[in-house]
């Protein structure tokens, strides 16, 4: 008695921390269910209907949500945080998502220590329609013929077993890689990448750039804008824009 009561206690509180604190929903699908996902504290949790759980042990740094097999299910990927860097994550983990009853069930599917090249971002998503989901590691290290330590942009595919490097780029621009997000922004049937840069004057842009087998292409780039936090996609009906985040509140803008 006393731990179901200490259990809806606990679901109340998170339920007001969710209310007030008003973390960025994420929607995942499992059998054309929409189940809520968020992030408190770096854990990750789900709500269903009235359920609400904790979804992962391992702490998280960032978490894609993307169906990287062509199923009815989308897979859940997560970078955990490093326990003694609170800025750089250590492990890269593929989860495969079943709804039981109102509970949301995860496996893991697939597991990299990408520790030592210090992972900040994960993403996925579709460059060239090669019938592999393409999956996006941001990383802060040096190359082979830049030292300088820098984030750097590192592709990979996903095979349905492992994932195999794609294209490890140093850079997109002499411009310092920000964010970035992935979106087919111009109806081409598969995606773009959105990259959010920064030059040495503290000015953003954000620059489209489309895969070409051998690295990315321009294909148009934004005007100036200052005080950029992060870029996002949103799509709305069958259109993907590009949503820029501000520092200091101000409003966001939406970027066609």
Request: charged share 25%; net charge negative; aromatic share 16%.
């Amino acid at each position: 008695m006393m731990k179901k009561f200490l259990i809806i206690i606990f679901i109340a509180a998170l339920a007001v921390c969710v209310l007030y604190r008003q973390p960025e929903l994420c929607n995942l699908n499992v059998n054309d269910n929409i189940i809520k996902l968020f992030v408190i504290n770096n854990s990750l949790y789900y709500v269903n209907g009235i359920s609400i759980g904790k979804l992962l042990n391992e702490k998280i740094i960032d978490y894609k949500v993307y169906n990287i097999d062509n199923d009815e299910n989308d897979e859940l990927l997560v970078l955990t945080k490093s326990e003694n860097n609170q800025v750089y994550g250590r492990n890269l983990i593929i989860y495969e998502t079943a709804a039981v009853k109102n509970k949301l069930e995860v496996t893991e599917i697939y597991r990299e220590d990408f520790s030592k090249m210090k992972p900040w971002k994960i993403d996925a998503c579709n460059l060239d329609n090669d019938g592999h989901a393409d999956v996006f590691i941001g990383v802060y290290k040096d190359t082979l013929f830049y030292k300088d330590y820098r984030k750097r942009p590192f592709f990979y595919s996903w095979d349905g077993e492992n994932l195999n490097k794609k294209w490890l780029g140093s850079f997109f621009t002499s411009w310092d890689l920000i964010d970035i997000t992935f979106g087919d922004y111009f109806n081409l049937g598969y995606d773009t990448a959105a990259v959010l840069e920064k030059n040495e004057n503290n000015e953003y842009r954000v620059g489209i750039y489309n895969f070409a087998g051998f690295g990315f292409e321009n294909m148009k780039t934004s005007n100036i804008y200052n005080n950029v936090k992060s870029i996002k996609s949103v799509k709305e009906n069958i259109n993907e824009y590009i949503v820029l985040n501000f520092f200091y509140f101000k409003n966001n803008i939406k970027l066609n």
